[in-house]
């Protein structure tokens, strides 16, 4: 079976992403806090979801601008639950990991 891109990588995690399915992070030991806190985000924005906006590939790197969107139904971290919010988070934010093999 042929190593996937990183493209294809990319799309494997943030679809796991969407469907709730946090078994993508088992082989990732660097993970572990992130997977702790998925079931949280997802429990108070049910409808999360990712859409790529840019996609940069230069040799075994990837950057990409991630629009994430989702409403706001239950507290998370402080925060109210606002009904009718919704989550926005601003294509200007960096923020780094590691996809592929560990």
């Known amino acids: ?16 992403f969407d469907q709730q399915d ?18 949280h985000l997802y429990a108070s924005f049910p409808d999360l979801h990712h859409i790529i906006e840019v996609e940069l590939v230069e040799g075994e790197m990837i950057a990409c601008v991630v629009q994430v969107r989702g409403t706001h139904r239950e507290p998370i971290w402080g925060s109210p639950n606002r009904e009718t919010g919704e989550l926005h988070a601003p294509a ?10 560990s």
């Open 22 to 39: 946090w078994t993508i992070f088992d082989s990732h030991p660097g993970l572990y806090e992130t997977r702790q806190h998925l079931p």
């Open 1 to 16: 079976m042929p190593t996937p891109t990183l493209q294809q990588v990319l799309r494997q995690v943030l679809s796991a």
């Open 92 to 101: 200007d934010r960096a923020h780094r990991g590691t996809l592929g093999p």
